[in-house]
């Protein structure tokens, strides 16, 4: 049976800043879809005035629950995973710290 190897070169990286980069990347991404959905659901507010018939009924009906619903909840999924990223980081903030100082502290030969 052969014993598996591996090697222990790699490196970790922690790095509080990337969580931060994330989590406004998603946030704006919300808002920005959350913007798109508003600008959709405006034009079709005024296509609506003049498509008052059953079929157009039908057609509203599809937009909003095909469309402008998943836009929401899509925004709302990028909104809620932006606040995780930020409380995850603010929850760590004690271990990117001290992985900092001990980075630092080997940099500086201080455990070797």
């Given at each position: 049976m052969a014993i598996p190897s591996f090697?222990?070169?790699r490196s970790i990286v922690l790095d509080q800043n990337h969580f931060q980069?994330?989590?406004e990347g998603l946030e704006n991404l919300s808002e920005e879809?959350?913007?798109?959905e508003n600008r959709i659901s405006g034009l079709l507010e005024e296509l609506e005035k003049g498509f008052k018939t059953p079929a157009g009924a039908r057609f509203?009906?599809?937009v909003n629950g095909r469309l402008l619903a998943p836009m929401r909840d899509q925004a709302e999924v990028f909104k809620h995973v932006s606040e995780n990223?930020?409380?995850a980081r603010n929850t760590y903030r004690t271990v990117f710290d001290r992985y900092e100082e001990l980075n630092n502290e080997i940099?500086?030969?201080?455990l070797i």
């Open positions: 090697s222990l070169s980069v994330a989590a879809l959350r913007q798109l509203f009906a599809a990223l930020n409380g940099r500086n030969n201080q």
